[in-house]
């Protein structure tokens, strides 16, 4: 089965400070996607990335798809409590499954 | 609006007492999915539909069955539920297989006692 390893696990930062969430996973990646999570709620699609080098940004996040590692990582900018909540990423695989990574939960102190 | 409708979203049973948990899109989607999420685990999928009258199992399916009698519905049925299933449960759905949105129900907090 596809293993997307996140990392962080878990990241305590102050507000207005960056920071870096990644996600490697073990297959190849055919499509790579970045969610929002609420604890305890559902889940808000943030970003899908289809291409190797591929990059998109919405207001302070940003990510980015490194086909080669297949990796991707998430970037925020100057973080604000809005941004706290746990951070998935998402992938295809070849068996018509979704595949999730664990989780970074971000913490974000005012 | 497109959404994901998922009910009841909490739930107490006992043991043994079947428990249907409905899912329901309005987007026309031909996939839809279940995923239970557990602390230390992530989401991890527990049945997955194509299209209607197919469904396939996922990486969790023991304890579990779905049906796919109409695109819209995708309703989850836990026969016998014991209390390892206590969990949060997402459904989901997707225009098609692979790149494309999922959208995500609101979840559904199971607890067997």
């Known amino acids: 089965s596809q293993e997307l390893e996140q990392s962080p696990q878990s990241l305590i930062v102050q507000e207005g400070k960056n920071l870096t969430i990644n996600c490697t996973s073990s297959?190849?990646?055919?499509?790579l996607y970045w969610y929002k999570q609420k604890y305890g709620e559902g889940l808000i699609f943030l970003m899908m990335?289809?291409?190797?080098?591929e990059e998109k940004s919405h207001e302070k996040i940003t990510a980015k798809l490194d086909e080669k590692k297949q990796q991707s990582s998430l970037h925020i900018t100057a973080s604000q409590p809005s941004h706290a909540g746990i951070y998935l990423c998402g992938a295809d695989s070849r068996g018509n499954q979704f595949y999730f990574g664990t989780g970074t939960s971000l913490t974000v102190i005012p | 609006e497109a959404q994901v409708t998922q009910n009841p979203r909490y739930l107490i049973t006992v043991t043994g007492k079947k428990l249907t948990v409905t899912c329901s899109q309005n987007m026309n989607h031909e996939y839809m999915s279940w995923y239970r999420q557990d602390p230390g685990l992530g989401l991890r999928q527990i049945y997955y539909s194509m299209n209607v009258e197919v469904t396939d199992k996922g990486d969790v399916p023991e304890g579990y069955k779905v049906s796919r009698k109409e695109k819209r519905n995708f309703p989850l049925i836990l026969e016998s539920p014991s209390p390892n299933q206590t969990s949060l449960y997402f459904c989901?759905?997707?225009?098609?297989?692979?790149?494309?949105?999922?959208?995500f129900g609101q979840g559904t907090r199971l607890t067997v006692v």
């Open positions: 297959k190849t990646l055919y499509g």
């Open positions: 989901a759905s997707r225009y098609g297989v692979m790149n494309t949105e999922a959208f």
């Open positions: 990335l289809q291409k190797g080098g």
